[in-house]
């Protein structure tokens, strides 16, 4: 998560934003931050929200925060290595260098976290591993990178279905991640879902985030995806009877029998029971019938939610990135806490901890739980550049992956020289403002 190295500023004013620094990503990465929060604290911590609109936020933000901040995650990547031109050689070798130390230390910090038993699926581990599955894509460009997350969003949904129905069920979780085989197939995050987020940031990466004509077809992509998504879904499920199927599945005790043969009232009571249970799967869905791969709820690792959840995110970036531009004093506060999401997700995750321990009777969230969060870290993340700079988490980050660097012998490239889009600079690839974000938590 590299960012300017920003001096303490000379007066009250806001720090001058970098203008190689495209804002609105920072101010998508906080939406998604705050998403995570939403998510973690549960609709009981929102004060200003009645109880039926606290539901509707929570549906909205739960599964598409975290797919969001993957596909930030991918955007980073591109944008460290070469934006529209992918970098080469050395610079190239420095970037992978970075990007592995920065994934080997945000996953030992995930275990750290996860140690803490919050009851919280800490997402960081996870994210440790998208980075080294990426690292064969980085010299790619935009074309191929959109085949490859359109290829993985079809197939991966059904590969992963057959394996875990013949070789791999899924167990008992005992933490975030826990073998190879949760991080691939079986976990709450599983990389055969994720990796499409990541690879389809990379692809928005490569393209020039500051043309209008880019960010309309971004615009209007990604509303067609996510409509695709619901609809495809709607289809399969309502009238072509993907529902009924699923729901005579589910039960059993119906032995063969249609849901038809049932009375109405009982028989939408059990429609009911198998829509509120694809509301409740984390990372991908049951193995008792191949129709579960028509639903799109959030955590199910569908083709159907791959859609939708790219469709909103690509959508979340283009109004981010233009409101950013016209408001950049407005957005201040949230592009801050989008500048030092490691720093905030991590502060927030042991927050919860301490919550946790103070309420060892299970009651750890509160109404106004979600007001007080959002609302420290924006003070916190916009007050923090003007007393320090970077994020603290970020600075560590960013001096680790430096001396991995000089360790390990690659050369540097924060001497002057062609910068990513070939104009000079004191910045390469490795140290692009834009790096690649660590990713945080889950929602």
């Known amino acids: 998560m590299s960012q300017n190295r920003s001096a303490r500023p000379p007066s009250a004013s806001p720090p001058a934003p970098d203008r190689r620094r495209v804002d609105g990503i920072d101010a998508a990465r906080a939406l998604a931050v705050f998403g995570m929060f939403a998510v973690h604290l549960g609709v009981v911590s929102f004060g200003l929200l009645p109880e039926e609109q606290g539901w509707e936020l929570h549906s909205l933000v739960r599964g598409n925060s975290s797919a969001l901040f993957a596909f930030l995650a991918g955007l980073s990547l591109a944008l460290m290595t070469g934006r529209t031109a992918p970098v080469e050689g050395v610079r190239l070798r420095e970037a992978v260098v970075r990007v592995l130390a920065r994934a080997l230390l945000i996953g030992v910090l995930g275990l750290v976290l996860d140690s803490f038993a919050v009851p919280v699926a800490i997402i960081l581990t996870y994210y440790a591993g998208y980075f080294v599955l990426a690292l064969p894509l980085l010299r790619a460009r935009a074309a191929p990178l959109w085949a490859a997350a359109g290829a993985l969003a079809l197939l991966g949904p059904v590969v992963s279905f057959a394996l875990r129905l013949e070789f ?62 619901y609809l495809g879904s709607w289809v399969l499920l309502q009238p072509l009877g993907g529902l009924d199927r699923l729901t005579e599945a589910e039960h059993p005790f119906l032995e063969g029998r249609p849901l038809s043969s049932l009375d109405p009232g009982y028989a939408e009571d059990l429609r009911y029971a198998t829509t509120d249970h694809a509301h409740s799967i984390s990372g991908q869905v049951p193995t008792d019938s191949w129709w579960w791969l028509a639903v799109n709820t959030p955590h199910t690792g569908t083709t159907f939610e791959i859609l939708e959840a790219v469709g909103q995110a690509l959508v979340v970036l283009v109004v981010c990135v233009v409101l950013a531009e016209r408001l950049p004093r407005v957005l201040y506060p949230l592009t801050s806490v989008g500048r030092m999401p490691l720093t905030v997700y991590t502060g927030h995750i042991l927050v919860l901890a301490v919550v946790v321990a103070l309420h060892p009777e299970g009651s750890a969230s509160g109404s106004w739980y979600l007001e007080y969060f959002v609302v420290g870290s924006l003070v916190f993340a916009s007050l923090w550049p003007w007393a320090v700079g970077r994020g603290p988490l970020e600075t560590g980050l960013g001096a680790f992956a430096d001396a991995a660097v000089d360790y390990a012998g690659v050369g540097r490239s924060d001497r002057p020289g062609p910068g990513p889009d070939g104009e000079r600079g004191e910045r390469g690839p490795g140290r692009d403002p834009e790096g690649p974000d660590p990713g945080t938590g889950t929602g």
């Not at 599983?190 to 077809?217: E, K």
Request: hydrophobic share 55%.
């Open 168 to 229: 791999f069920p899924a167990g008992v979780r005992t933490g975030a991640v826990t073998s190879l085989t949760e991080f691939l197939l079986t976990g709450y995050y599983p990389a055969i879902t994720f990796m499409v987020f990541v690879i389809a940031g990379m692809a928005v990466g490569r393209t020039d985030l500051t043309s209008t004509a880019v960010r309309v077809r971004l615009a209007v992509g990604g509303a067609v995806a996510a409509a695709s998504g």
